[in-house]
């Protein structure tokens, strides 16, 4: 068995696929994490607000500098072409912080690509050796949703509509963990678990053979 190097983490909004995310790092993966860079290039002086600016208007852009999250989450729901057109210009730049962000993994360490869209991107699906799919019902993600600082079920609900379906994220899965009803700690104890069985037994055998 080869070292596992690379593994994708997606799931839908409210899943508990940061929670997830933040496991892992405690058990000693290297974390990409593909919104965060997201939001960085869409802070004020960010790479993406100047071609966002031309594509979109600078209405699209907040009096701070940062993208209007709120405007244009309600120009790309209502319009393909222009969500089309924020993924053009997103994408990109996302790929390569990804890619400089990857690099700076120690050696041996296995990198942990938490990617929403996942299921959409074969060209991510192709970057990752193994994919975990965090799922949970659509009520328990509008609720959890819900529950943030300004949102609303209803806002939650258009959200997860948006999002590719249930079924198309535990189709690319090479394991799922269902978080409906999990405690912190229950679910932590999965990834745990997930990350000796995928992880730990591979890199001993790499090491035994001199090749981490």
């Not at 974390?31 to 031309?54: H, N, Q, S, Y």
């Not at 690509?113 to 192709?126: K, Q």
């Not at 899965?173 to 932590?188: K, M, R, T, W």
């Amino acid at each position: 068995m080869s070292a596992l190097r690379t593994f994708g983490l997606t799931g839908g909004i409210g899943s508990g696929k940061s929670t997830v995310a933040r496991t892992l790092v405690d058990c000693g993966a290297h974390l990409v994490d593909t919104d965060a860079i997201a939001r960085a290039l869409t802070l004020p002086g960010g790479e993406a607000i100047a071609p966002i600016a031309a594509a979109f208007g600078t209405d699209a852009i907040g009096a701070d500098g940062a993208l209007d999250r709120e405007r244009m989450r309600a120009i790309v729901f209502a319009d393909a072409a222009a969500k089309r057109r924020l993924e053009g210009i997103l994408h990109p730049l996302i790929g390569q912080q990804a890619a400089a962000l990857a690099a700076a993994a120690a050696p041996g360490q296995p990198v942990v690509y938490d990617v929403p869209l996942l299921a959409e991107s074969r060209h991510w699906r192709a970057r990752v050796q193994r994919i975990v799919v965090i799922d949970c019902a659509e009520a328990t993600q509008a609720a959890r949703v819900a529950a943030r600082p300004g949102w609303s079920i209803e806002a939650a609900e258009r959200v997860i509509a948006q999002q590719v379906p249930r079924a198309a994220r535990r189709a690319i899965a090479d394991a799922l963990i269902h978080n409906d009803g999990l405690s912190l700690d229950e679910l932590a104890a999965h990834v745990r678990e997930l990350y000796r069985h995928w992880v730990l037994p591979a890199a001993t055998a790499a090491a035994a053979r001199g090749t981490v």
